[in-house]
């Protein structure tokens, strides 16, 4: 399944330029279809995935003592 820069822009509550950005820094790929540009359901997991454990891993080194 792909979606459009659009759909992933409202489905992630973000704005269109922050996906562009997100696809250019490499954080979500995306394919070129003609002159648009697709984003595969498992890229945008990927990115999703990839949030969740960098909020987990900084919520467990500010739980640590020192």
């Known amino acids: 399944m792909l979606f459009s820069v659009e ?22 790929q995306s394919i070129k279809l003609g002159r648009s540009r697709r984003i595969p359901i498992d ?3 990927n ?11 900084s919520r467990s080194r500010s739980i640590e003592v020192h």
């Open 7 to 28: 759909e992933v822009a409202d489905i992630l509550h973000i704005g269109r330029s922050t996906v562009f950005k997100l696809i250019k820094e490499g954080k979500i």
């Open 43 to 45: 890229s945008m997991q």
């Open 47 to 57: 990115y999703v995935d990839d949030l969740i454990s960098e909020s987990n891993a």
